[in-house]
């Protein structure tokens, strides 16, 4: 792959195609043609709106709901109606809440005036980001059963509202998402706001981790509910045991630096402002997304390969449904030629084995990309160099190793060894299937509990008293081919019962037999 010259260019240079929708390799597009995209990466941010960092719950929910609301407290008023991108602002509540409260004016004034401390925490927020495979339905549905479950938690009140992304100001076109404000107070019992909830502050993380992982079990089932295969997991790349690379945190301030950048980055280029820059942190994050989204790709780029050797691999399992069909050849071919592309397809899966290998072994020696500050490494660009290189190799022995693949399973040498092969193999299923094993009932009865052999004496007894000559013997056989096969189902099955009338005279009988057998 091949970047412009400076660290700080090929980063842009990254960033740019895959804002842009472009492919870092070209070459893979054919391989990669027909597959799904990969799903954004997994968003749930909890924060505290708080009057100590200068904040106002009003304000703040004026914002997001794109609403004008008057801030009582402070004598002003937040007017965002003009703000775009708003696509739903809902508000939800336990049954029992007054009427009031549902009003979004209300219930933020209210809550500003019951929080009287000048550090009093107003408001939790959850951030979180929409799998951008769901539709507007699907997004509120999924918005829907997350905030009633926060509801029912909580026995808090939920404002919430769905946020399309800024296309115009160069946000991701996928970037649908949501913000979900919410009281620090319960309601009551009569349906005012009630006590602190502690939830957060006794056991926040624990809390926290709650609410990550039921975000991402609501968003994989929303997701299996359309149809798609793709999965979030709320887990750290660790913790998931990938190996990617994990985004520094940018908090409300780098956010506000980089969206007043890319407005600057709108005019034209003697218009600009030199000072306003790129944070360093957003640039860094930039950066790892940058090789993460290649090493993903090289991933699936591979897999795809591997599929499709595994593919091929499986049609030698079918090559005898296949032989009905096959077209009637004249001549063989010699088999020197079939052992000479058997042994070409074992030097090519060899050598992918030993590309491999390299291909760890450098990856886990990666030179650290900058050597002083925002001074770039040669080690470094050598290592991607050679790295780049050796996938390179990979993937063009990956693509002769299905081809060679290919070559030995249609060889009609080949064919024929299988077909007799698997024609020998089940005449020897045959041969085991005609022949099975039979117990006799002297094998069974060894094998028998106390109890169970005891009935069995007591019924053949009956069947002795009762019975003779040809029928005696049909009865036998009965009651020995019974005994086999409850034995067979179950080994402990539940013991035969003689009828109740003869039980007396079956063991009177059960002992006269058994003292004739002692003489």
Known sequence: MVFPKGALSQTYFIVWKLRKGIPLNPKNQKILKGKKEIMAIYHFSVKNISRSDGRSAVACSAYRSGEKLIDERQGKEQDYTRKTGVELTKI??????????????????????????????????????????????????????????????????????????????????????????????????????????????????????????????????????????SEVDHRSFADQGIDLEATWH??????????????????????????????????????????????LEYEQIIKGLDQEIILEERRLNQLKLEQQQAEQRTAAAPRA????????????????????????????????????????????????????????ELEQGQRKQADALRTVINHPIYKQELSDHINKSEQRKKASAAAPQKQTIEQVYQQLNSEQKRAYNDLKALIQQRCSGQQLNEKMAQLDAKFIEKFNENPRFEVPKAPEVAQEQVRTASRSSSSNRGR
């Open 92 to 229: 939800y509540a336990p049954q029992n809440t007054n009427s009031e409260l549902l009003d979004r004016n209300q219930l933020w004034n209210k809550v500003e005036k019951v929080e009287n401390r000048k550090n009093s925490q107003l408001a939790r927020e959850f951030e979180i980001a929409f799998p951008h495979e769901l539709n507007q339905q699907q997004r509120q549905s999924m918005l829907n059963e997350l905030c009633q479950d926060i509801v029912k938690r909580h026995g808090v009140i939920v404002d919430a509202a769905i946020h399309a992304p800024h296309t115009k100001s160069g946000s991701d076109e996928r970037n649908y998402h949501a913000h979900i404000m919410f009281t620090t107070r319960s309601i009551d019992e009569h349906g005012n706001l009630g006590k602190k909830t502690r939830e957060f502050n006794d056991n926040g993380k624990q809390e926290v981790e709650f609410w990550r992982e039921n975000f991402a079990d609501l968003a994989n089932k929303h997701l299996a509910r359309a149809g798609y295969l």
């Open 250 to 295: 940018e908090g409300v301030a780098v956010t506000a630096m980089k969206r007043r950048y890319e407005r600057e980055q709108l005019k034209p280029v003697e218009e600009r402002n030199p000072k306003i820059i790129m944070p360093t942190i957003a640039l860094e994050n930039d950066a790892i997304r940058a090789r993460n989204a290649e090493k």
């Open 337 to 392: 030629e079939l052992d000479q592309l058997e042994q070409n397809y074992d030097a090519i899966k060899q050598r992918n084995s030993e590309l491999e290998g390299q291909i760890k072994q450098l990856e886990a020696n990666e030179p650290p990309a900058k050597k002083y500050g925002m001074f770039g490494n040669k080690d470094h660009t050598d290592w991607a160099q050679r790295l780049a290189t050796l996938q390179t």
